[in-house]
């Protein structure tokens, strides 16, 4: 008897053991993730320096830093909340749905937590997705937005339009969600949920879409466009910037989907964290010789920035379905990228005459909403399995239901985001908020935020 009773404390106290170590993996590794994500604002920083005149650089690098000290704020205060709050009232399945509304500046109540989720290391891996998503739409405004037009974004999108999204895919209770529970009761939409692994809509077309936006109400630089409305080209500090803010993004896009692997708290999921980095790797080399070959083929040269934006287009396209598809699948999810990177470029200028400083709305746009379409079809099987626990699959493989409701995430995103950024930037710009007025200045004039020298 008193055997037993020893085998079963030490059978408890090893299961223990295991569950805590199993915890620390998941904040380790989610730690980690969010560090390597966050470091991408190094990217967005070159990125953008190197797209700009060298006189703007300094002003530009200012209003960088402080995106991220007011989306750290206002991200812990409300976005959070919004994003994976729980529902107050727990009867009520359509506003637990839609927006989370406990946790509001979130300081250690692991109860008010929805199941799987790691507190802390979790908030802060989800705060450096919404700077991922404001760094998106700023980069497109670069030389002529304000502060306040900075400041503006990192508060209002990354404090509440955002989270809502994230909220909808990503937290158990969101409706579109696929890992949805509510009540301990499942009721995925179309029987399958939107499959968003790591935010081709939920991160990349919300911030687009705000980027469309604001670049339309914004208006171009001057000598952008000439009175008949054709593009000129605008000088550019630096290629070697540019090429260095790509593979900074590169590397920290990694954060992102490998990061996501334990989001949900799963220690299986890490079996998934290699095929993700492979799938992630060929969609955007794939996606880089295509984006050159075009180009190639229209202008006889080979272009930096159509090999970097392909490039880049390739990394946002595989977020949705870097988890569920083979890596054949990957690389032509990337092909493609390349091909769709070029047509949304063109439209941006030709169609609808925005002046995007960084091409967000081609890369993140058009790239995050194929990429939906791209899992739609290729989602196959034995992933599906694995990640999301269901049989459905992807068009090539004899399903459907997984292309309607990555579409149907899509366009309510871009309703949603529309719905609020769009009045706001028209009330800014209106109101005389929303533009700087030192494009015509000298560097040494250039500046909003003085600097002090020692």
């Not at 998941?26 to 980690?32: A, G, M, P, T």
């Not at 939920?202 to 466009?225: D, N, Q």
């Not at 949304?344 to 925005?354: K, M």
Request: proline share 2%; charged share 10%.
């Amino acid at each position: 008897m008193a055997t037993t009773q020893s085998n079963t404390a030490r059978i408890e106290e090893l299961s223990n053991s295991l569950s805590a170590l199993n915890g620390d993996n998941e904040n380790s590794w989610l730690l980690w993730a969010g560090t390597l994500t966050l470091f991408m604002q190094a990217g967005f920083f070159c990125l953008e320096a190197g797209s700009v005149q060298t006189k703007h650089v300094t002003n530009l690098l200012i209003k960088s830093i402080i995106d991220v000290c007011f989306v750290a704020v206002f991200y812990w205060g409300f976005g959070y909340a919004f994003a994976y709050g729980a529902s107050v009232d727990q009867s009520n399945k359509i506003n637990a749905g839609f927006i989370g509304d406990t946790n509001f500046f979130y300081s250690g109540n692991p109860t008010e937590l929805q199941p799987n989720f790691e507190g802390y290391a979790h908030m802060f891996f989800q705060f450096t997705f919404a700077c991922v998503a404001v760094s998106i739409v700023t980069s497109s405004l670069a030389e002529r937005a304000s502060t306040f037009t900075y400041v503006f974004i990192s508060v209002f999108f990354a404090g509440f339009v955002y989270p809502v999204v994230s909220h909808w895919a990503w937290a158990t209770r969101g409706y579109l969600c696929p890992w949805q529970n509510f009540q301990g009761k499942k009721d995925l939409y179309l029987r399958v949920g939107t499959i968003d692994f790591a935010g081709s809509s939920v991160v990349h077309l919300c911030a687009a879409t705000a980027a469309f936006w604001g670049c339309f109400f914004l208006g171009p630089r001057k000598g952008r466009f000439d009175a008949a409305g054709n593009a000129s080209a605008l000088p550019s500090q630096s290629a070697t910037m540019k090429v260095l803010g790509a593979l900074l993004l590169f590397v920290g896009t990694y954060g992102m989907t490998i990061g996501m692997t334990y989001t949900h708290g799963f220690a299986g999921f890490s079996a998934v964290a290699g095929r993700v980095a492979i799938n992630t790797t060929l969609s955007a080399a794939g996606a880089a010789i295509t984006s050159v070959f075009i180009c190639g083929l229209k202008t006889g040269a080979v272009d930096l920035t159509s090999l970097l934006n392909g490039f880049m287009t390739g990394l946002v396209s595989i977020c949705s379905g870097c988890a569920t598809v083979a890596p054949w699948a990957a690389f032509l999810t990337g092909v493609f990228a390349g091909m769709v990177y070029q047509g949304g470029s063109w439209l941006s200028v030709h169609l609808f005459r925005l002046d995007d400083v960084t091409d967000a709305v081609a890369i993140h746009g058009w790239g995050g909403l194929w990429g939906m379409v791209a899992t739609g079809f290729l989602s196959r099987g034995p992933e599906m399995l694995e990640v999301y626990g269901s049989t459905t699959v992807g068009i090539i493989y004899g399903g459907g239901r997984i292309l309607g409701a990555t579409l149907v995430h899509s366009f309510v995103n871009m309703a949603w985001t529309s719905l609020w950024m769009a009045p706001s930037f028209w009330i800014c710009s209106h109101i005389g908020v929303m533009r700087n007025d030192t494009e015509d200045k000298t560097a040494v004039e250039t500046s909003e935020i003085e600097m002090t020298k020692a």
